[in-house]
């Protein structure tokens, strides 16, 4: 985090966005959430995505800004929410998201193929489930020589994503990797971790390391039945996974299970 006399200050991350790292840094989280704020050069109003926790200190500095037009939520896990209302009670912006439920102010549910107009920006919503149901991420297609994409949790700036299963499904996780990968060589800005050139080629390597799972999966299977259980099937393709992400792993694992046979049903 990188922080002045008087506590964190936003770091550049793009040509039209900023971010600043909360303190909430976890297993889950890596350093902590990164939030963003987007503005047009020369333009007094920014636009704040994924508030992060609710941490006074961060949030003033988000407040701060500028003119705050619009707060943006990718989804609904708290490291991202939880300071949304206090956020839109210090600047009086509505806050968005797909789900209704973290929607503050005037703000309505996001649509999956809408541009937003704010801040001088034009901001393209893009439905990504699998993570969770409500993932989406914000494409800035005038951001730098590819444009940029705020990618959320769908992915990190390093590992790689857990599925919210049930919630989540890898069904449409890979769907959204198609969608992501569509947008070739825009910049990834991931809630997690740093900065990723080339959407595409990273939504590629995460196909290829969920196919490598899924071959895992199936190995596991072969040995253990066709039924096991997810926490058996974990033990057996992450016998070296650190407990503080085997919750994590398991809800992974039945994500994936719950794909093959799924597949395996329309044979």
């Given at each position: 985090m990188v922080t002045s006399a008087s506590g964190p200050v936003l770091q550049r991350s793009s040509a039209l966005t900023?971010?600043?790292?909360?303190?909430?840094?976890?297993?889950?989280?890596?350093?902590?959430?990164?939030?963003?704020?987007?503005?047009?050069?020369?333009?007094?109003?920014?636009?704040?995505?994924?508030?992060?926790?609710?941490?006074?200190?961060?949030?003033?500095?988000?407040?701060?800004?500028?003119?705050?037009?619009?707060?943006?939520?990718?989804?609904?896990?708290?490291?991202?929410?939880?300071g949304s209302a206090r956020l839109h009670q210090l600047t009086g912006a509505p806050v968005r998201a797909a789900d209704p439920a973290h929607c503050h102010g005037t703000g309505e549910p996001l649509v999956d193929g809408e541009v937003i107009s704010a801040a001088g920006l034009k901001v393209s919503v893009v439905a990504t489930p699998g993570h969770t149901s409500d993932s989406v991420c914000f494409h800035l297609p005038g951001d730098g020589p590819h444009g940029s994409v705020l990618s959320g949790d769908t992915i990190l700036g390093r590992g790689t994503t857990m599925l919210d299963y049930p919630d989540g499904t890898l069904a449409d996780y890979l769907a959204s990797l198609d969608t992501l990968e569509a947008l070739?060589?825009?910049?990834?800005?991931?809630?997690?971790?740093?900065?990723?050139?080339?959407?595409?080629?990273?939504?590629?390597?995460?196909?290829?390391?969920?196919?490598?799972?899924?071959?895992?999966?199936?190995?596991?299977l072969d040995g253990l039945g066709r039924d096991a259980a997810a926490d058996d099937v974990t033990d057996a393709v992450y016998a070296d996974v650190d407990p503080s992400v085997r919750r994590a792993a398991e809800t992974s694992v039945a994500a994936q299970l719950d794909y093959l046979r799924r597949e395996a049903a329309k044979e």
């Open positions: 900023q971010f600043i790292l909360a303190p909430n840094p976890g297993p889950m989280s890596l350093d902590g959430t990164n939030s963003y704020v987007l503005r047009a050069p020369g333009h007094a109003g920014a636009v704040v995505v994924d508030p992060g926790p609710l941490d006074e200190a961060h949030l003033q500095v988000l407040a701060g800004a500028g003119s705050v037009e619009l707060i943006l939520v990718t989804h609904r896990h708290a490291d991202h929410t939880a070739g060589r825009a910049t990834v800005l991931p809630a997690h971790g740093p900065v990723l050139p080339s959407v595409a080629d990273i939504a590629q390597a995460y196909r290829s390391h969920r196919m490598e799972r899924l071959a895992q999966i199936r190995e596991a």
